[in-house]
Structures are given as structure tokens and as C-alpha cells.
């Protein structure tokens, strides 16, 4: 099936990734890290979606990451459906050091879960964990260092938190990684903790999000659909259908039914 | 006021006159052509040096306005004579006012700080035939104008390529003759000359002009440095996001690569955000402030920002964001409209047009194009106003149709906006032999399709559309908040999805009504009374009101201690305010309960430091709380069950405290430190008023001995809380055929007060008024003898609530109450039995037509009456005089005709010779 696939579409599997999350918990750092490998202010801003493509090798396919991510303040919600409608993938992305992140990152699960595309593979990130890491990094992250996404770290945790990390970084941390990673079992998710800052983590999320995505019927979809080549797999409601019974048998564990 | 006028104005060289409106609107006098293109004008009175009647030829009505700027307007008023008279006399008053108020002499400071003057100074050394033109000039020269960070860092785009110098002196002429900043003219030239393109130095102060934030400015003077100053070191949610921002606007911008910029651009949105807390801070924002603040003071970008939020783009930064998706849903529809087969083939493709075109309108395009271009996009649009967004949007989609229709997906469409924009620069026709063809740039073509091709698109039809899909926006909003609300809940409790929801329609309802803006948030304690009065019917007061001509049920929110004492009972989290979580939550504490629970319930609730004792005082406000919700019950039954319970409250609770008041004594002591009692004050109780006194189990004896208060526990107290939305508050217009339909054809909300009021006091004056309370429970319907009652009005306790039943009840005595479900209609037919006027048999048919003629007389009169009050504060001669000469005016045709075949001949004259400026301009070389 796969290589009838690359058969047909020369190019490589196209899926759509969304990103979601509080406010300024970092994910348009994460998408930076992932697409261009760098960490700096977000030079470009973010109204709406801010839209990047990376492509990401997996064994013997190419997958092409179309990677929406979205504004994180609170009155952009009611726009969020427009952005994750359609999408295969999603990063619901939460600040390790701020708790009240991981409650916004659960509702968004749970609307995901609810409005979007039924088989939308969702990844849970809990970000900064440079900051809760002892010795290894904080002792190294001087003030000076830390650009604009720093910043937004300071505005998200007490402001005089950086220079006292290096006596007990751990105490900065509000929520625990078991915590979150309990949470995503219940829930069905990937869990990964990430540092856009030192770049830990991130291109696993998209990897483990890569394996996990039903490539097969993305491409069956894009096949079956139409004639010409290229156009997407969304058009038949009956298809998607057909992918969701045969996802079920497959990953009952995908499948997202809470 | 308005009035017809025709404005000539004795600019040199050429007279023009214009048939048009001349509209008085103190402080402002402002003028528009018939056609709204020819010229218009806004200009604030204190500019106004001065006014003269003109001698001219008889019939001919005709004052002189002289400027300011040295500019001689003059209108003739074609209404007739005494409507001429009346606008004159306006005029005069409000000319004195604005010289009373001294500002006149502001003109001369405020100017000072507009460009215009510097240059119009500049460029002539002014041949002074006007005084007042020179006085202004020489001061203008000590240039303390407004200017952006684009002085300091440059302004983007190369002035070379802009032609800027020719710009200016196109703007110089034009400034010079139809005047500058406050009293500019607007002819069609001034906005062609914005089309292509403000020059940098002038364009912050043209933006102010062109959307009217000028005005504000000039009459706020020091209201920016104010905000700032009485709001220095506040820290609100807003603050905190624009931080966050302040690096991520326009970061390629030299000024927002230091502090200075940075610094002003937080001051702007910051100021803004305290000015409109409501609003506060939007992503987006950030974007306009900083661009504007490229050409403009700060004090010029905050008042331009707030005619941004505030008007031009209503809605588009609310919290809610309605107006930004209410316009996304207007365009689509003109897309649709206008260009079926990209929006057809959108639609086959699944290809949303707002993830483009989304950012387009909430940044004027500042965040899609290169800024050279989306400026000239703003200059347009704060010229012509919001339409320019839509009219370039579907040039856009028209230049890029043959490829837009190859799109497949999203992201597809995303990539070729993107690709465009980036080529806007480039020559649109880059093969052309024309040399001429080859120099247009895509942007020019991206106009001059904007402009040529859509200008259907007019602002008419934009407000039509907008209220077309207003509900639908309203509606979609509402479902998905109140859908991520419900969804977003920690527990449910005992309720079902459904119930949930209706929890969430009583709180949205008591935030329409109460204060608070957003139905994510807390509410305080006023909304949650509204949200409760929506909920429980004790909690409400209900009034069926009847005076003769209708009945009515008044509805009123309750206030009373013991609402509050719920309110402080179910937040949990002591931050004096409930989430949807917390209502749901405690409504579930109640709602679901048997005898047992919903008796510990009500202990819990009144035990306020949770020692499981109710103190003496503690039970006195639980009886307090009884009368409350049975304030409106019929007959003694409630009183006597709460007097019964307070004498076995007492009794039993006297006799517990004998055996436990050695022991308890020192814990006593603690808790009387501790506690702050809100209860009953000035007692003569022999005992600390604080003292544990009755616990669970006695009060629940002493409840249960009583038959009234146990099934008041039982069934009663459930189910005063109901979910289901609380029907309509009217009663039918009382069975009278006539008024009812009178009625039915002059009811509004607005006029709806008024209306109940005056037949309220026409009810009262014939003694047909009638007020009777709603029961909040009305399980007993027939009335039972007082049982001591004494005991009840034992001296020294305050039962202000127990008067208003005792009050209501004799007025209702001789009522059949019945349940509260049946009650509309059962009240109403007694009540006409009761009305103690003569049988006019007003529920009947209108068998006796003299039974209520008066009525209807009367109704009649109170509503022509009503009227005549309103305009007897206007000068109601006057304005009938108004009226009646537009009806006149219109047929007064043959003047106008004259003036309107003149100006249809020079019309057209000038088009042409304006179109040949521009497309001069369009092919101008650089010089």
C-alpha cells in the first residue's frame, strides 16, 4: 500500500499540525526549534495562525508538516476551530512552570477531542524544562542570554525566578511530570517534556507524532478521493468513515472516545 | 440640526457651489454635497473667526463664515425663511457657548502641532492679504508639530522611489487652499491624493484628519498624559499581554529595536487599555499602535487607536471578537457575490478563506504586506473608510483567480498570498512592449482593481450585509462559548449536559443584565443575584400588577442577606466571586437533596464558622431566612410554622446549653475573637449572641416537629430552583379586544416603561391599581388562623421581612391563592371580581362600550400627552416648523433643479480634470 502511495504522489505525505495552548507557553518556540532549529523572538507575529511547513523523514517516508500555530491569548479561542478543523496532528503545549497552563491544555483536549477530526493524533508538551533542570542548564542561563521567549518565561512565573534557579530549580516546577504524564495516559496522548531553549524534546514530538499518524489512509484518502492528484482526502465524509472503523480496530487507544 | 444649503466658497480664482446639507451638530458645523463626493467638510465652531449675513439680492438667504485658516466659506440657506431664522439663532447660541468656554484661543495652541502648518508656512512665505492666516504662520514657524518615531529612524521605504518632494507640494497647494488640519476641505482631489500615496511627514497627521481622531484629540487636551499618569505602575491582565508583544510588532522596525520606540508603544496601548478596560488589550493591536506610531506623536496614535477600536472597526478587538468574525463572514458572502468561482471552488476544495484573509482585516494588512504598501492601504482606508478592507480583499482574490482556482488545500492558498504579497513591488506587467505598461506595479493594480472594479462595494452595502449576518455571528458565539463552558467544567454534579446548559443561559442572562462583561469570568455578588432570580423563584420579586387597562407581572431581583449568605456558602475558594463551576457546583448542593440533606444544607448554610453549632444569633437569621423566602406565601401558615420553630428553637436549645455551658465556655471565648457575627445587633439576650447554641440534630428536631417547614424541606425547597427558562413576563394584555390591540401595536421596550407607569397612575387615580405578590412556593392555599404570633413578635427582634408578609397578606386576604403554576390566570380572573369599580365587564367582549371608553380616553391622552412633553423641551415650534419645510423643500425643486444643472455641467468638468491629475501622478516620473 505504501509504495502504491509513493506511487501515485511523488511528493511527500502532507499533515496538518496544529498548535495549541495557553499563552505564551512557548509554542511558537517549539515550532522555531522544530522547522529552523533556532531559538530567538518570534520575529514574525502571531495573528491568528502563523503558518510553517517542515518536512520529517521517518524510516522510509517523507512527511510534510503543515504547522499551524495559533494565538495563544484567550479571546482568539472562538477563532481556534478554523485552525484544527481538518488537521491530523495536533501539540497542545503547556508551561511545566505554571499550573494553571496544564488546566487550559486539558480543555483543549477535551474540545479536540470533541470538535475535531476523530482520529487527530494529539501530543501533550509540557515546555521550558530548561528551567527546572539543575546544574546541566539553569546554572548556565544567565538573564542576559535569555531573548524574547525568555521573557515571556518571566512574565509567566515570578519575575525574580531565573536568578534564583540555580539554588532549587526543581522548586519552580508546578507541575509534576508524573502529574501530566498520568493525565495523558487517561487521555490518550503523547506526552513529551520539551525545551525550545536547548531544543530537548521537540523534534521527538513530531517523530513520535509521525509514527503514530495513520499514513496509510492519509494517502489512501488523497488516492481514493479524486482523479487528479494532489487534491486533499477531505472531500468524502463516507471515506472518513471507512478510516475511523478500520483506526479503531487498529490503535483502540486513538481513538477518542472520553 | 441640518438644513438645505448651497456652499460656495470664495477660494480664488475658482467658485464653486454645491447643493448639499449643512448640518449643525454643536461644537461642530459640518457640510456634505449631495452626492457625499463632491465636497464635504467638519469643522469645530471655535475655528469659526467669524459670521455675516450677506447683503445680497432679496430672497436670498446667505451668511459668510470666515475661517481660521483665513478661508471664507460661504453657505446659502435654501430652506425656508423661518427654518433659516431658527439654524442662524442655533448657530449664534452655539458660537457663544464654545467663546464662553474659551476655545477659541486653544485653536491657535493646538495647531501648532499639526504638520500642515509648518508646511503650508514653509512653502509660502504667506502673501498676508488675511490676518489671521499670517498671525497663525509666523507661529507655526517655531515648529513644535507632532511627529512619529519615523523622524528619528526613518521612514520605511525609499522617499526617492515614494516622491515624497512632489507629493508635498501637491498636499501644500491643496492644504493651502481648502485648508488643513481643523478645518480641512474635503474635495474628490483630496482623495485621489491619498491614493497615491500620503507622504511620510504629512501622513500621521493626514490619518488623524481624514478619521476625525483629530477632534478628539483637540477637544481632550492632556487626556493621554492623564490616563498614563493616574494608572503609573497598574498591572492588569492587559499589561501583562502587552508586554508580552511590546518585542513582537513590527520587530524589523529600527524605533522597535530600542528602547525609546518600545517605551512608546507600551504608553500608547497601555493607555488605551486603561481608557477602555472593557476592551483592554487584543493581539493586533500591537501591530496598528506601532505602525501608527512610525508617522504619529503618542498622543496622536492613542486618539487614532481609539477611533480604530471604537468606530472604524467595531468589535474587532472585543473580547468576543464579534466584529472581526461578523466582517469575515461579510466578505466571504461578497466573495461569493462577487467572485462565484473562486468562492465556488474554495468551497469544493474546503479551503477557508478567513485563515488568509483574517489577519488582512484585524492588521489593515500591516502584517501581510511590506509596510510601503499596506500604508498606502491605511491612507486609503482611513480616507474612504472600512470599505477599502473588502474592496482590496476582493481585488486580491481577483488578481490571483487563475491560480487561486488551482489551490487545494489551505495551506495552498497560504503560500500564494504570501508569494504575492511578497511580489507586490514587482511590475504587473512585466512583458509588456509598453515601457509605460511595465512600469505599473502589482500595487498599483492591486488599487486601481480595488477601486475601479469593486467600487460596488460601497459603505451602504457593508452595513446591510453586517446586519444581515449579525444574528448568526451572535448566535454561533453564544453556542460555542456556552459549549466550551459546559465542556470545560471540572464536575457536573448531578446534572445532565442540558441542565448544565441552562445553568449557563441563567448566568449569561444575569450578565446581559448585571455588569459583567465576559461569561467566562467570575461574577460578583450583584450578577449572582440576577443569576439566582433566574433560578429560584424566592429569589425573585414578582408582582402581578393590574390598573384597569392590563395586567402585567413586574419582575424585580431580590436583595436579601440570605441570597448573600449563598453567595459567600458556595464560593468555595473565598475570592468573592463564583465561576460557572462554583454555580454549578452549589446549585448541585441543593437541587438533588431529600428531607435529610436539604435540611443539613440549610444548617450548613447558616452555620458560618462550620462548628457544627448554630448560634443564638445564628438561629434568629434562620428564621430571618424563612421569612425571606416566604415573604409572599398566602395566609399565616409560614408565619406561624417560623414563629413555631423559633419558640422550640429556643426552648429546646435553652435547655441543651444548661448542660454544656461549663464546658464550652473557653472554646467560647475563642470563637467569639474569631468570629465577626453579622447578625442580629442591640439583643438584650441574656447569653453572648455568639455562643454555640443548637446543633445539627436539635435543629433538625425542632424542623421536623413542624409539618409546614418539613415539607417545606421535603419537596419545596428543591424544586424553588428551577432551571427551565423563566416564561415571558407578560400576561395577555388583559381580555379587553381594543386596548390589547392598541397595545400590542405601541409596545417597545422602550415605550414599555413609560406606558406601565402612566396607566399605573391612571389605575391609581380611578382605584383600579392593584399590586399583588407572586408566592415563591404557594403550597397553601387556604388562609389558617394566626398561631402564636406572639411568640413570634417577642420584643427586641427585627423581622423586617415578617412586616412586608403581614403587610401583603390583609391586602390579599380575601384572595384564593393559588400554586404558583396556575397562578397567572386564576389571579386574573379574581381580580376582576374583586375590582371594587363598576363591572365594566372588561374581560368580556366590549359588550358596554361606555364601561371603558374613558380608559381608552384616557390612554389616548397619555400617549399624546407624552410626546408633547418630550418636544416641549426641544422647542417643539420649532422643530414642527423644521418638518414641515423639508416637506416644503421638496418642493421648492426649481431652485434646486437651476443649482443642480449647474452642477451637474461643472461636475463632470472636473472629474476629468481630475482624472488626468491622477493618471499624471499614476505615470508621473520621478523628479
Redesign the interface.
Known amino acids: 500500500m505504501a509504495e502504491a502511495a509513493s506511487g501515485s504522489t511523488d511528493k511527500s505525505v ?1 499533515v ?1 499540525l496544529v498548535l495549541l495552548g495557553e ?2 507557553v512557548g509554542k511558537s518556540s517549539v515550532v522555531l526549534r522544530f522547522v529552523s532549529d533556532e531559538f530567538q ?3 514574525e ?5 502563523a ?1 510553517l ?1 517542515q518536512k520529517c523523514r521517518l524510516e522510509d517516508r517523507v512527511l510534510r508538516y ?1 504547522i499551524w500555530d495559533t ?1 495563544g ?7 481556534a ?3 484544527y ?2 488537521a491530523q496532528a495536533a501539540v497542545v503545549v503547556y508551561d511545566i512552570t505554571k499550573a494553571s497552563s496544564l488546566e487550559k491544555a486539558k ?1 483543549w483536549v ?2 479536540l477531542q ?1 470538535q475535531a477530526n476523530p482520529n487527530i493524533v494529539i501530543a501533550l508538551a509540557g515546555n521550558k524544562l530548561d528551567l527546572v533542570q539543575s546544574s546541566s542548564s539553569s546554572s548556565g542561563t544567565p538573564l542576559s542570554e535569555s531573548s ?1 521567549d525568555e ?2 518565561d518571566a ?1 509567566a512565573t515570578p519575575g525574580e525566578t531565573p536568578s534564583s534557579s540555580s539554588g532549587e530549580p526543581e522548586s519552580l516546577r508546578q507541575v509534576p511530570r508524573e502529574e501530566a504524564q498520568a493525565y495523558a495516559t487517561e487521555a490518550g496522548l503523547l506526552f513529551f517534556e520539551t525545551s525550545a531553549k536547548t531544543g530537548e524534546g521537540v523534534v521527538e514530538i513530531f517523530t513520535e507524532i509521525a509514527k503514530k499518524i495513520p499514513i496509510e489512509h492519509i494517502l489512501a484518502a488523497t488516492r481514493g478521493s479524486v482523479g487528479r492528484p ?3 482526502g ?2 468524502g465524509g463516507a471515506q472518513e468513515g471507512a478510516v475511523n472503523l478500520e483506526e479503531n480496530a487498529n490503535k483502540p487507544k486513538d481513538a477518542c472516545n472520553c | 440640526m441640518d438644513i438645505n444649503a448651497v456652499l460656495s466658497l470664495g477660494a480664488e480664482g475658482e467658485e464653486d457651489s454645491y447643493a448639499g446639507k449643512l448640518y449643525l451638530m454643536a461644537p461642530y458645523l459640518a457640510f456634505s454635497s449631495l452626492d457625499k463626493k463632491s465636497v464635504r467638510f467638519t469643522i469645530p465652531l471655535s475655528t469659526v473667526r467669524r459670521v455675516e449675513r450677506l447683503n445680497a439680492r432679496a430672497g436670498i438667504y446667505a451668511l459668510s463664515l470666515a475661517l481660521w485658516h483665513g478661508g471664507k466659506i460661504i453657505v446659502q440657506l435654501t430652506s425656508l425663511r423661518p427654518t433659516a431664522d431658527l439654524f442662524c439663532a442655533l448657530l449664534r447660541d452655539a458660537l457663544k457657548i464654545e467663546l464662553q468656554k474659551g476655545r477659541m484661543k486653544s485653536v491657535k495652541g493646538f495647531v501648532k502641532t499639526c504638520y500642515s502648518e509648518v508646511l503650508v508656512s514653509a512653502a509660502a512665505p504667506t502673501p498676508s492679504d488675511e490676518k489671521d492666516e499670517a498671525e497663525g504662520a509666523d507661529d507655526a514657524s517655531e515648529s513644535s508639530y507632532h511627529g512619529g518615531l519615523g523622524l528619528r529612524f526613518r521612514f520605511p521605504g525609499d522617499p526617492k522611489k515614494l516622491r515624497e518632494a512632489s507629493k508635498i507640494k501637491l498636499w501644500t497647494t491643496y492644504l493651502k487652499s481648502h485648508g488643513r488640519n481643523l478645518t480641512l476641505l474635503r474635495y474628490p482631489q483630496c482623495t485621489r491624493l491619498v491614493q497615491v500615496g500620503l507622504p511620510n511627514r504629512l501622513r500621521g497627521e493626514m490619518w488623524e484628519t481624514l478619521s476625525g481622531s483629530l477632534f478628539l484629540r483637540y477637544s481632550n487636551p492632556g487626556l493621554y498624559e492623564q490616563l498614563l499618569e493616574q494608572n503609573t505602575g497598574r498591572t492588569t491582565t492587559s499589561t501583562e499581554d502587552i508586554e508580552k508583544d511590546l518585542h513582537r510588532s513590527l520587530p524589523e522596525y529600527a524605533g522597535y529595536q530600542s528602547e525609546e520606540g518600545i517605551n512608546a508603544l507600551r504608553r500608547v496601548l497601555q493607555a488605551y487599555s486603561f481608557k477602555n478596560p472593557e476592551l483592554g488589550y487584543c493581539q493586533a493591536m500591537n501591530i496598528l499602535a506601532a505602525a501608527i506610531l512610525i508617522y504619529m506623536s503618542e498622543e496622536q496614535a492613542f486618539w487614532l487607536l481609539e477611533v480604530l477600536c471604537d468606530r472604524l472597526l467595531p468589535g474587532y478587538y472585543a473580547p468576543s471578537m464579534h466584529g472581526t468574525l461578523l466582517d469575515q463572514r461579510v466578505f466571504e458572502s461578497l466573495v461569493q457575490r462577487c467572485l462565484p468561482i473562486i468562492h465556488d471552488h474554495f468551497t469544493t476544495v474546503d479551503v477557508q478563506l478567513s485563515v488568509a484573509s483574517l489577519p488582512w482585516f484585524l492588521s489593515l494588512y500591516i502584517n501581510s504586506m511590506p509596510m510601503i504598501f499596506a500604508f498606502r492601504i491605511v491612507d486609503c482606508f482611513f480616507c474612504m473608510g472600512p470599505k477599502v478592507l473588502f474592496q482590496v480583499g476582493l481585488a486580491i482574490l481577483k488578481i490571483n483567480g487563475e491560480k487561486l482556482l488551482q489551490i487545494q488545500d489551505d495551506g495552498g492558498f497560504l503560500n500564494l498570498m504570501r508569494d504575492y504579497f511578497a511580489s507586490l513591488g514587482d511590475s504587473a506587467h512585466p512583458n509588456s512592449s509598453d515601457p509605460r505598461a511595465r512600469a505599473i506595479t502589482r500595487f498599483q493594480e492591486l488599487l486601481l482593481v480595488s477601486f475601479r472594479e469593486f467600487s460596488v462595494i460601497t459603505d451602504d452595502l457593508i452595513l446591510s450585509e453586517r446586519k444581515r449576518f449579525r444574528h448568526e455571528i451572535i448566535h454561533s458565539i453564544e453556542t460555542f462559548s456556552k459549549r466550551s463552558a459546559v465542556r470545560n467544567l471540572r464536575s457536573l454534579g448531578r446534572f445532565t449536559k442540558e441542565q448544565a446548559g441552562l445553568v449557563y443561559d441563567a448566568l449569561y442572562q444575569a450578565m446581559c443584565e448585571g455588569v459583567e462583561e465576559k461569561p467566562e469570568t467570575r461574577i460578583q455578588l450583584r450578577t449572582f443575584q440576577y443569576f439566582l432570580s433566574e433560578i429560584a423563584t424566592w429569589a425573585r420579586d414578582e408582582k402581578i400588577v393590574s390598573n384597569g387597562f392590563q395586567q402585567r407581572i413586574d419582575r424585580d431581583v431580590a436583595e436579601h442577606e440570605f441570597i448573600d449568605r449563598l453567595f459567600f456558602f458556595w464560593d468555595t475558594s473565598c475570592c468573592g466571586a463564583l465561576s460557572f463551576q462554583d454555580l454549578v457546583h452549589g446549585l448541585d448542593g441543593v437541587m438533588f437533596n431529600d428531607l435529610m440533606e436539604n435540611i443539613e444544607w440549610f444548617f450548613n448554610l447558616h452555620d458560618k464558622n462550620k462548628d457544627g453549632f448554630l448560634t443564638k444569633d445564628e438561629v434568629l437569621t434562620v428564621s430571618e431566612s424563612f421569612l425571606f423566602i416566604f415573604r409572599f406565601e398566602v395566609g399565616d401558615a409560614y408565619l406561624g410554622a417560623v414563629s413555631r420553630f423559633m419558640t422550640n428553637a429556643f426552648e429546646y436549645g435553652d435547655a441543651l446549653l444548661a448542660d454544656s455551658d461549663q464546658s464550652q465556655e473557653n472554646q467560647d471565648q475563642e470563637t467569639q475573637n474569631q468570629e465577626t457575627q453579622a447578625g442580629v445587633d442591640g439583643e438584650p439576650l441574656p447569653i453572648p449572641s455568639n455562643q454555640p447554641y443548637l446543633n445539627l440534630a436539635t435543629f433538625r428536631m425542632v424542623v421536623l416537629a413542624d409539618e409546614i417547614l418539613e415539607s417545606f424541606f421535603e419537596t419545596d425547597l428543591s424544586g424553588s430552583f428551577r432551571l427551565d427558562p423563566v416564561a415571558e413576563l407578560e400576561l395577555q394584555p388583559s381580555a379587553s379586544g381594543l386596548l390589547g390591540e392598541f397595545w400590542s401595536t405601541i409596545a417597545t421596550d422602550n415605550n414599555k416603561k413609560m406606558f406601565n407607569m402612566f396607566t399605573d397612575e391612571i389605575g391609581k387615580t380611578i382605584g383600579k391599581h392593584q399590586v399583588i405578590h407572586r408566592p415563591s412556593i404557594g403550597r397553601y392555599k387556604n388562609l389558617e388562623e394566626p398561631k402564636a404570633r406572639e411568640s413570634l413578635l417577642t420584643p427586641g427582634m427585627r423581622h423586617s421581612a415578617s412586616k412586608t408578609s403581614l403587610r401583603s397578606s390583609p391586602s390579599s386576604s380575601s384572595l384564593r391563592p393559588s400554586s404558583t403554576a396556575s397562578s397567572t390566570t386564576a389571579t386574573s380572573q379574581l381580580l376582576t371580581v374583586k375590582v371594587p369599580s363598576p363591572p365594566t365587564g372588561k374581560d368580556r367582549e366590549p359588550a358596554s362600550a361606555i364601561g371603558y371608553s374613558p380608559m381608552v380616553q384616557a390612554a389616548n391622552a397619555a400617549l399624546l400627552a407624552r410626546p408633547a412633553f418630550t418636544i416641549d423641551d426641544a422647542k417643539d415650534d420649532d422643530d414642527d416648523d423644521t418638518e414641515d419645510d423639508l416637506e416644503i423643500g421638496d418642493n421648492d425643486d426649481q431652485v434646486m433643479d437651476e443649482v443642480d444643472a449647474f452642477l451637474e455641467a461643472h461636475d463632470s468638468g472636473l472629474t476629468d480634470a481630475d482624472k488626468a491629475v491622477a493618471k499624471d501622478l499614476i505615470n508621473a516620473k520621478p523628479v
Open positions: 502532507q496538518k499563552a505564551a523572538a518570534n520575529k507575529p502571531t495573528i491568528g495562525a503558518f511547513t503543515e494565538a491569548q484567550e479571546r482568539f479561542h472562538s477563532l476551530p478554523m485552525y478543523r481538518n480543555s477535551k474540545e470533541r524574547e521573557a515571556d512574565t494532489g487534491a486533499a477531505r472531500a
